[in-house]
């Protein structure tokens, strides 16, 4: 048979869910960083439970391993990402 090419083939452990970014979340920060690279097309953002878009003139752009929200979230707001992680 064919052999897959790693970049490819997505493991379970790959699969990141619900992960905290880091960075201030004090009501002006709107930059934030991914723990590890993000395979292009994967990520989810959910803030306080809802799924933002993602576009230059939507809620959030994403170059690299960095974020940067339209708009920038409270302290007690919960601000997490899914994704799969890039090889």
């Given at each position: 048979?064919?052999?897959?090419?790693?970049?490819?083939?997505?493991?379970?452990?790959?699969?990141?869910?619900?992960?905290?970014?880091?960075?201030?979340?004090?009501?002006?920060?709107?930059t934030f960083?991914?723990?590890?690279?993000?395979?292009?097309?994967?990520?989810?953002?959910?803030?306080?439970?809802?799924?933002?878009?993602?576009?230059?003139?939507?809620?959030?752009?994403?170059?690299?391993?960095?974020?940067?929200?339209?708009?920038?979230?409270?302290?007690?707001?919960?601000?997490?990402?899914?994704?799969?992680?890039?090889?």
């Amino acid at each position: 048979g064919a052999s897959a090419n790693r970049n490819e083939v997505i493991h379970h452990d790959d699969f990141i869910i619900q992960q905290s970014l880091s960075g201030d979340m004090d009501g002006s920060n709107t930059t934030f960083t991914v723990a590890a690279g993000v395979r292009s097309g994967t990520l989810t953002l959910i803030w306080n439970g809802l799924v933002l878009a993602e576009g230059a003139s939507a809620d959030y752009t994403i170059n690299g391993q960095t974020i940067t929200l339209a708009d920038a979230p409270d302290a007690n707001d919960r601000l997490v990402v899914s994704y799969v992680k890039s090889s």
